[in-house]
């Protein structure tokens, strides 16, 4: 697919950081390249976007965001193929749960010309941003928040729709041991949990800290009415093997539809692995742990793609994962990333050409 390209104002760096940046040793969203897009909404509407150097922004002390946390993001990326051609991966899913987030938050829904059109003219100005070292792409940012003014705690009159782009190394996970969570909840029945607002990361921080401590990376989250389900890894879904079949949660207020989750999905039927979307409690995932059924369990999500999870603990026991020669992981990432980089045939028409 290839979008028509409108006449987005653009003000072109003077300068480049990009001899700056060391693309063999990138680490993941901590350097950002030359320009950005910004797209205001006033008066109640969004207003032509534009794209300028990478900067500061400027907002009023009495900026809704600061005060009640009115924000919402989405995180996507960009790959490069072998000719040096750029690619998104399902572009237009981004968009749409972008504008569920920004319903749920009151925030004023993105035309999808805006989104992309943005998106596209802002990557074809940071082409040579995108890494080509294995593993490597350019994580982009995309995100809206409340600019407006006033203590009154109301949705704002004013919003700020920012496209910024990382250019990022392969995200090595490494053994991640997870934490189930029996206390704290991430989300809950009838708030945010679907939606990719700014403070439900906020919310996630602390009770992760107290895992770190406890000398786990991660927390395994929990339903908050009984944590006897089990519903995400950290900010990416989960993914359970028992036997040779491979389960994952019905996504919900509570559970985040994820990309990567449902492309997993797909791409597991297509290589014949059973599937199963149902709840899956905590007593079935240590029972199977106890009794070798239980294969993989890994995180899914656009930064990692793929995290595998080698040790979980849950009331003071710690169960470990068997190592497998033939994992669902290593099979679903490959399938998966082949297509990002455009390294095979997209029978599921999933990548979009910049
Ligand atoms: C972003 C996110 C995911 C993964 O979504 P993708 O579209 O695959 O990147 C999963 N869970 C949470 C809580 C998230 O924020």
């Not at 093997?241 to 996504?251: A, E, K, Q, S, V």
């Amino acid at each position: 697919m290839q979008v028509q390209l409108k006449n987005i104002e653009v003000e072109k760096s003077k300068t480049t950081k990009i001899n700056e940046v060391d693309f063999d040793n990138l680490a993941f969203g901590s350097v950002y390249s030359d320009h950005m897009l910004v797209c205001d909404y006033k008066n109640g509407a969004w207003e032509t976007p534009k794209i300028m150097p990478y900067q500061p922004i400027i907002l009023d002390p009495a900026a809704k965001i600061f005060h009640y946390g009115q924000s919402i993001f989405e995180g996507m990326k960009a790959y490069k193929d072998t000719d040096g051609k750029p690619w998104l991966f399902r572009p237009l899913d981004n968009h749409k749960r972008l504008n569920i987030s920004a319903k749920r938050m009151a925030i004023p829904e993105i035309p999808e010309e805006t989104f992309i059109e943005g998106l596209t003219t802002l990557l074809h100005l940071e082409k040579d941003w995108i890494p080509t070292t294995p593993g490597s792409s350019l994580y982009i940012r995309p995100f809206v928040m409340a600019s407006g003014i006033g203590f009154h705690a109301s949705p704002a009159d004013e919003y700020k729709f920012i496209i910024c782009c990382a250019p990022s190394g392969a995200y090595f996970s490494g053994k991640v041991s997870v934490l189930i969570e029996e206390q704290y909840s991430r989300s809950a029945n009838g708030g945010v949990g679907y939606a990719k607002a700014g403070g439900n990361y906020a919310g996630q921080f602390y009770p992760t800290q107290l895992a770190i401590k406890k000398g786990y990376n991660q927390v395994i989250w929990t339903d908050d009415n009984t944590h006897e389900y089990i519903e995400e890894a950290g900010a990416m879904n989960i993914f359970i093997r028992i036997n040779d079949t491979l389960i994952t949660g019905p996504t919900s207020d509570r559970i985040l539809d994820g990309i990567t989750r449902k492309s997993i999905l797909e791409i597991a039927e297509d290589e014949g692995i059973k599937t199963e979307v149902r709840k899956i409690s905590v007593t079935e995932v240590v029972t199977a742990a106890k009794s070798g059924k239980l294969k993989e369990m890994f995180g899914a999500g656009t930064a990692a793609v793929v995290s595998p999870i080698a040790a979980f603990g849950y009331k003071g026991v710690d169960y470990d994962l068997p190592e497998l020669n033939d994992d669902y992981a290593s099979l679903l990432k490959k399938r998966i990333t082949d297509i990002q980089y455009n390294r095979t045939e997209d029978k599921f028409g999933w990548r979009f050409k910049v």
